[in-house]
C-alpha cells in the first residue's frame, strides 16, 4: 500500500515522459542538471505561468519543461481552454 506522505501529484503525461529520469544533460554545459523536485523545491523558484506557458526560471526548470514536454502545444492549448474556464490557477500551475 501506497504511503499517503510519499506522494506526490503528476499527469499521466508527466509522470510517462519522466519515467525513471531524475536529471538530464544541460546541452550548452554538458552537465547533468536534476529535475525538479516537488517534494522538496517550490514551484516558484524554478517556473513562472506566463498566459498557458510554463517559463523555466532556472537551468532545473529548463530541463524539467523540456524533458517533461510541459510546453508542447496541446498541453498550453489544455492550460488556455482551463484558463478561459476559470479552472486553471492564473497564479500557479
Not at 504511503?3 to 531524475?22: I, P, Q
Not at 489544455?78 to 490557477?89: D, F, G, H, K
Request: glycine share 6%; with cysteine.
Amino acid at each position: 500500500m501506497a504511503d499517503e506522505n510519499n506522494l506526490a501529484f503528476a499527469c499521466v503525461l508527466c509522470n510517462r515522459y519522466k519515467g525513471s529520469d531524475v536529471a538530464s544533460i544541460d546541452p550548452l554545459s554538458g552537465r547533468a542538471i536534476p529535475l525538479f523536485n516537488p517534494r522538496t523545491e517550490k514551484w516558484q523558484h524554478y517556473f513562472r505561468l506566463v498566459g498557458p506557458v510554463i517559463e523555466p526560471l532556472t537551468e532545473v526548470g529548463w530541463v524539467t519543461t523540456r524533458i517533461l514536454r510541459i510546453n508542447a502545444a496541446e498541453r498550453v492549448i489544455e492550460r488556455q481552454v482551463l484558463q478561459s474556464l476559470a479552472r486553471y490557477p492564473l497564479g500557479w500551475p
